[in-house]
């Protein structure tokens, strides 16, 4: 089993920064890929970007530039670094780990996002 705890979230103005880490732990292969979503209410959960152990990274195009993701595999933690925060980026940032195979993988509790205007 793998458990994921995500930390960092919070209430910023916008075009503040915010940085999200999201620590695993368990049954953990060296190979993996971890990453980002969020849902804000009444929309679907969606990608905000990706990394894998090789360090490949993939972006949603609405955080493309004002978002950078990145991992301590050392530390088996992903992190995000949030620049220019608006206040369509409020939702729950999620935190995910696939193994190889898997589709959906392993989800985190979520930490809340605020952007204020």
């Known amino acids: 089993q793998v458990q994921l705890v995500e930390s960092g979230g919070g209430l910023v103005q916008a075009g503040g920064s915010l940085r999200l880490s999201c620590a695993a732990s368990?049954?953990?292969?060296?190979?993996?890929?971890m990453g980002w979503y969020r849902q804000a209410p009444g929309k679907q959960r969606e990608l905000v970007a990706t990394i894998t152990s090789g360090g490949t990274t993939k972006y949603a195009d609405s955080v493309k530039g004002r978002f950078t993701i990145s991992r301590d595999n050392a530390k088996n933690t992903v992190y995000v670094q949030m620049n220019s925060l608006k206040p369509e980026d409020t939702a729950v940032y999620y935190c995910?780990?696939?193994?190889?195979?898997?589709?959906?993988?392993?989800w985190g509790q979520g930490t809340q996002v605020t952007v204020s205007s």
């Open positions: 995910n780990l696939k193994l190889p195979g898997q589709t959906v993988g392993y």
């Open positions: 368990g049954s953990i292969f060296s190979i993996n890929v």
